[in-house]
């Protein structure tokens, strides 16, 4: 019983070794391994995006980065564990700065706001589309008449909180009800729409490209302007339609709130490194082959883009909140 | 000719076939180990491929999750502790094969049946992917709900004695589904106020700690017995087996259906193994030997889970749209070449997809290799005493369940389900249909409501919009036999029983 125990005890402190983080000390920067939350799960859009960029500024910041994926609760559990992290720059998130800003508009108790986290910088910003296999819907045009003419008989797929704005601001705008079919994956859209039993859905570029190749169409982009993987496609906004905001796929890296100008000059530092350099032309071609559109922002520009941001989509939701909800 | 050249030269390169060999026995090492699963491991590998080409990065992945479809049975033959959910029927005959000391039996039924399911899974993938995934295009989510239904009533076979029992372990799976953030909503549900309950109650501790953990509570509660199992092992003739296999059309008929589950969206191993399972008891002339050790047990499960990898490749090459969380991983490794999945990768990027088609051929074969080939050194695990044994299961099952959303709450879990675990033996209730409760629960409830919208969207009642679905109708009539023809099983197990 006692070798039982003493063997137990051993494999127990093996496990908590293997699974706790190391401690060290950060008089210089980075010193040790930098972890990084992120809200969703591994092999995901999120977790491939991530790990493609982490791939490039380990290499500038000469220590490993090392990803942990923390899901639940549509990425918010992962983004509360980054507030309650200790802001020494050990550890960031990477994760749509949108997503919680909607989510904290309609959820009370979240643990935390957008305040607690600083976003650094982020190398993509990809527009959701609206794709359909009608050919009575095939435009933006034609989609928003026919809605009008038949109030509440066009279906629509949306997966998370970030469609879900989209497509309430699009029927406010547009003046048109539509039913909104929640569905769990961009696929699924995909799936249902090509089936036929959808009549419409909203989209990653890499769905919209499949749908189109399977003789559907993409109605519009969420985006201000054109984006380069879909040039012959407008934006909701050029055909006429005036979005208060489009909500993007914002994919960006965090710090908590409290880290040091001095710790975080260096991190934002290292992905200008990467960003200018030959390794940023093939994070470039990678994001772009997995759907996404390639956009680096850091600093005073990113700074300025979500606070509007932000600004547009809090009292949206806020005035919402039951359809959020529902 | 020169596509020929261009697939024969990736399919002949060691480098492919060692990429191949890592991914399967990786596959079958953490399908083995209690705690890891495929999933996880595809998604731990997806980085190292971004730099391979990208035929032989994919065959890696698919290996390991050919690998990893067969690895669980090791476990649940061996110790009954079913390391993913696609095990969890083949632990319900494998272990009492190993009681009565007929592991290695049961070890050579399982990699044969696993071997022939992979085989046809990959089979129907090279000829019907095309007209099967415009068929999974038809079904919609009225139809998906039946073909739930129809899961939901392999309760009845998976119950044992008492089918009430069962009914209250699938409820039981259910409920536990219903907890936290739902697909459809943003209001938690049964949450509590406790902030971790909203994530839901995750499945892999969930099943980590009513196989797993539980059966090693048993294990250090017993008094008699220094290993799992004390009997002598047995010697087995493989021949013998794999002659008695071919014969037995079930395990055929289990690939077949194993691999259409698997085109399925949302379906995948584990759906397809409790199906053909439960399919195969139905059909069985002596149902009553199923649970104490019937090899057709093990056949049905295993062919059925690993026909499905094939199956799941299906609409994801087909039409571009992954079906299940592994294939979801898979999309992702072939869209960063530059390679979009959908009906022109058979015209834009033929090398890649044929020799990814003949490719999948060598990992059925590599896996029956290491699964053939590993059998005596499996069956040493019997050997291991308990002492050792069931401390380093537990540590693996803390291991593996805090590893999927990295969570301490989720180790919590494991430990709490594997006191569940622990009662629901002692009241001889079952535990399988929990996991199918927990599975498909939450599965049929988003199916439903989706209906449910587009009914209303579609301004008639619902019998008229089930009635302009031909699909429907027809899968209606098949399931109200299907349930009829359990209901009937049932009667005949209990008469025969009195």
Same mark, same amino acid.
């Given at each position: 019983?006692?070798?039982?125990?003493?063997?137990?005890?051993?494999?127990?402190?093996?496990?908590?070794?293997?699974?706790?983080?190391?401690?060290?000390?950060?008089?210089?920067?980075?010193?040790?391994?930098?972890?990084?939350?992120?809200?969703?799960?591994?092999?995901?859009?999120?977790?491939?995006?991530?790990?493609?960029?982490?791939?490039?500024?380990?290499?500038?910041?000469?220590?490993?980065?090392?990803?942990?994926?923390?899901?639940?609760?549509?990425?918010?559990?992962?983004?509360?564990?980054?507030?309650?992290?200790?802001?020494?720059?050990?550890?960031?998130?990477?994760?749509?700065?949108?997503?919680?800003?909607?989510?904290?508009?309609?959820?009370?108790?979240?643990?935390?706001?957008?305040?607690?986290?600083?976003?650094?910088?982020?190398?993509?910003?990809?527009?959701?589309?609206?794709?359909?296999?009608?050919?009575?819907?095939?435009?933006?045009?034609?989609?928003?008449?026919?809605?009008?003419?038949?109030?509440?008989?066009?279906?629509?797929?949306?997966?998370?909180?970030?469609?879900?704005?989209?497509?309430?601001?699009?029927?406010?705008?547009?003046?048109?009800?539509?039913?909104?079919?929640?569905?769990?994956?961009?696929?699924?859209?995909?799936?249902?729409?090509?089936?036929?039993?959808?009549?419409?859905?909203?989209?990653?570029?890499?769905?919209?490209?499949?749908?189109?190749?399977?003789?559907?169409?993409?109605?519009?982009?969420?985006?201000?302007?054109?984006?380069? #993987? @879909?040039? =012959? &496609? !407008?934006?909701?906004?050029?055909?006429? +339609?005036?979005?208060?905001? %489009?909500?993007? /796929?914002? #994919? @960006?890296? =965090? &710090? !908590?709130?409290?880290?040091?100008?001095? +710790?975080?000059?260096?991190? %934002?530092?290292? /992905?200008?490194?990467?960003?200018?350099? !030959?390794?940023?032309?093939?994070?470039?071609?990678?994001?772009?082959?997995?759907?996404?559109?390639?956009?680096?922002?850091?600093?005073?520009?990113?700074?300025?883009?979500?606070?509007?941001?932000?600004?547009?989509?809090?009292?949206?939701?806020?005035?919402?909140?039951?359809?959020?909800?529902? | 000719?020169?596509?020929?050249?261009?697939?024969?030269?990736?399919?002949?390169?060691?480098?492919?076939?060692?990429?191949?060999?890592?991914?399967?026995?990786?596959?079958?090492?953490?399908?083995?180990?209690?705690?890891?699963?495929?999933?996880?491991?595809?998604?731990?590998?997806?980085?190292?491929?971004?730099?391979?080409?990208?035929?032989?990065?994919?065959?890696?992945?698919?290996?390991?999750?050919?690998?990893?479809?067969?690895?669980?049975?090791?476990?649940?033959?061996?110790?009954?502790?079913?390391?993913?959910?696609?095990?969890?029927?083949?632990?319900?005959?494998?272990?009492?094969?190993?009681?009565?000391?007929?592991?290695?039996?049961?070890?050579?039924?399982?990699?044969?049946?696993?071997?022939?399911?992979?085989?046809?899974?990959?089979?129907?993938?090279?000829?019907?992917?095309?007209?099967?995934?415009?068929?999974?295009?038809?079904?919609?989510?009225?139809?998906?709900?039946?073909?739930?239904?129809?899961?939901?009533?392999?309760?009845?076979?998976?119950?044992?004695?008492?089918?009430?029992?069962?009914?209250?372990?699938?409820?039981?799976?259910?409920?536990?589904?219903?907890?936290?953030?739902?697909?459809?909503?943003?209001?938690?549900?049964?949450?509590?106020?406790?902030?971790?309950?909203?994530?839901?109650?995750?499945?892999?501790?969930?099943?980590?700690?009513?196989?797993?953990?539980?059966?090693?509570?048993?294990?250090?509660?017993?008094?008699?017995?220094?290993?799992?199992?004390?009997?002598?092992?047995?010697?087995?003739?493989?021949?013998?087996?794999?002659?008695?296999?071919?014969?037995?059309?079930?395990?055929?008929?289990?690939?077949?259906?194993?691999?259409?589950?698997?085109?399925?969206?949302?379906?995948?191993?584990?759906?397809?193994?409790?199906?053909?399972?439960?399919?195969?008891?139905?059909?069985?002339?002596?149902?009553?030997?199923?649970?104490?050790?019937?090899?057709?047990?093990?056949?049905?499960?295993?062919?059925?889970?690993?026909?499905?990898?094939?199956?799941?490749?299906?609409?994801?090459?087909?039409?571009?749209?992954?079906?299940?969380?592994?294939?979801?991983?898979?999309?992702?490794?072939?869209?960063?070449?530059?390679?979009?999945?959908?009906?022109?990768?058979?015209?834009?990027?033929?090398?890649?997809?044929?020799?990814?088609?003949?490719?999948?051929?060598?990992?059925?074969?590599?896996?029956?290799?290491?699964?053939?080939?590993?059998?005596?050194?499996?069956?040493?695990?019997?050997?291991?005493?308990?002492?050792?044994?069931?401390?380093?299961?537990?540590?693996?099952?803390?291991?593996?369940?805090?590893?999927?959303?990295?969570?301490?709450?989720?180790?919590?879990?494991?430990?709490?389900?594997?006191?569940?675990?622990?009662?629901?033996?002692?009241?001889?209730?079952?535990?399988?249909?929990?996991?199918?409760?927990?599975?498909?629960?939450?599965?049929?409830?988003?199916?439903?409501?989706?209906?449910?919208?587009?009914?209303?969207?579609?301004?008639?009642?619902?019998?008229?919009?089930?009635?302009?679905?031909?699909?429907?109708?027809?899968?209606?009539?098949?399931?109200?036999?299907?349930?009829?023809?359990?209901?009937?099983?049932?009667?005949?197990?209990?008469?025969?029983?009195?």
């Amino acid at each position: 019983m006692k070798r039982y125990l003493t063997y137990l005890f051993v494999l127990l402190i093996l496990t908590v070794l293997a699974v706790s983080v190391s401690v060290g000390s950060d008089l210089d920067y980075p010193t040790r391994n930098i972890n990084v939350i992120i809200p969703y799960g591994a092999g995901g859009g999120s977790d491939t995006d991530g790990r493609l960029a982490i791939s490039k500024i380990e290499k500038v910041l000469g220590v490993s980065m090392v990803v942990k994926n923390v899901t639940g609760a549509a990425g918010a559990i992962g983004v509360r564990e980054l507030t309650e992290s200790d802001p020494d720059g050990y550890t960031m998130g990477f994760f749509n700065i949108a997503d919680m800003m909607i989510r904290q508009g309609y959820v009370d108790d979240l643990g935390f706001t957008t305040a607690d986290i600083i976003p650094l910088f982020g190398f993509s910003d990809t527009p959701y589309e609206i794709i359909t296999k009608d050919e009575k819907l095939n435009t933006a045009e034609k989609f928003i008449e026919y809605a009008k003419e038949n109030p509440g008989m066009v279906t629509i797929s949306r997966v998370g909180d970030a469609h879900l704005a989209n497509v309430l601001e699009l029927e406010k705008r547009a003046g048109i009800v539509l039913s909104i079919v929640p569905v769990e994956s961009g696929a699924e859209g995909l799936n249902l729409v090509m089936g036929g039993h959808v009549q419409a859905a909203v989209v990653a570029p890499q769905f919209a490209i499949s749908a189109e190749e399977q003789g559907g169409s993409i109605i519009g982009v969420f985006s201000e302007e054109r984006i380069d #993987r @879909l040039p =012959h &496609v !407008p934006t909701f906004y050029e055909s006429g +339609i005036d979005l208060g905001f %489009v909500v993007t /796929s914002l #994919r @960006l890296f =965090h &710090v !908590p709130a409290g880290t040091p100008d001095s +710790i975080i000059d260096i991190i %934002v530092e290292a /992905s200008i490194k990467v960003a200018e350099g !030959p390794e940023g032309e093939d994070l470039k071609e990678k994001l772009t082959n997995i759907g996404g559109v390639y956009n680096y922002r850091s600093g005073a520009e990113l700074k300025d883009y979500v606070e509007k941001l932000g600004k547009k989509i809090t009292p949206f939701v806020k005035e919402n909140k039951n359809l959020f909800l529902e | 000719m020169n596509h020929l050249e261009i697939i024969l030269s990736i399919l002949t390169s060691p480098i492919t076939l060692i990429y191949i060999i890592i991914g399967v026995t990786g596959g079958v090492v953490v399908g083995a180990l209690p705690g890891l699963s495929g999933p996880i491991g595809v998604a731990l590998l997806l980085p190292f491929t971004y730099g391979m080409d990208p035929a032989t990065g994919l065959l890696m992945l698919c290996g390991l999750y050919m690998g990893s479809s067969y690895g669980g049975s090791i476990s649940a033959i061996l110790i009954n502790t079913p390391g993913t959910a696609m095990a969890v029927c083949t632990a319900l005959d494998g272990f009492p094969l190993t009681c009565q000391g007929r592991g290695k039996d049961a070890l050579y039924y399982s990699i044969f049946s696993s071997t022939i399911g992979g085989f046809v899974g990959v089979v129907v993938l090279l000829l019907f992917a095309p007209s099967l995934s415009i068929i999974a295009l038809r079904l919609g989510p009225p139809e998906m709900i039946l073909v739930i239904m129809a899961g939901l009533f392999m309760v009845g076979t998976l119950s044992g004695e008492d089918i009430f029992k069962g009914i209250f372990a699938g409820a039981f799976g259910i409920l536990l589904g219903t907890i936290g953030l739902g697909v459809m909503s943003g209001s938690p549900r049964f949450s509590f106020g406790f902030r971790l309950l909203e994530a839901g109650i995750p499945l892999i501790p969930v099943i980590i700690g009513l196989f797993a953990t539980s059966e090693m509570f048993i294990l250090s509660m017993r008094v008699v017995g220094i290993r799992v199992v004390d009997r002598k092992l047995q010697e087995a003739n493989p021949v013998d087996i794999f002659k008695k296999l071919i014969k037995n059309p079930l395990v055929f008929k289990s690939s077949i259906i194993g691999a259409l589950i698997g085109v399925l969206p949302g379906a995948g191993g584990a759906i397809a193994s409790f199906f053909c399972y439960g399919e195969a008891k139905r059909s069985s002339k002596t149902p009553e030997l199923y649970g104490k050790g019937c090899v057709e047990g093990i056949i049905a499960s295993e062919s059925a889970n690993n026909a499905a990898v094939g199956g799941s490749m299906v609409p994801l090459l087909a039409l571009g749209i992954p079906g299940s969380t592994t294939a979801a991983v898979l999309y992702g490794a072939i869209l960063i070449h530059g390679i979009v999945p959908g009906p022109r990768i058979f015209v834009n990027n033929p090398d890649f997809v044929y020799s990814f088609l003949i490719g999948m051929f060598f990992t059925v074969i590599v896996m029956f290799l290491v699964g053939y080939l590993g059998i005596n050194w499996f069956v040493k695990t019997l050997k291991v005493k308990l002492v050792y044994l069931v401390p380093s299961v537990i540590a693996l099952c803390v291991f593996g369940s805090y590893s999927v959303r990295h969570s301490r709450f989720d180790i919590l879990i494991t430990i709490i389900f594997g006191i569940i675990g622990v009662i629901f033996k002692r009241l001889e209730i079952p535990a399988a249909p929990v996991v199918l409760g927990l599975i498909l629960g939450s599965l049929a409830e988003k199916n439903l409501r989706q209906t449910m919208i587009i009914v209303r969207a579609a301004q008639t009642s619902l019998l008229e919009y089930f009635l302009g679905r031909p699909l429907f109708i027809g899968l209606f009539f098949a399931l109200c036999l299907f349930i009829f023809s359990i209901i009937r099983g049932l009667r005949r197990v209990k008469s025969k029983r009195l």
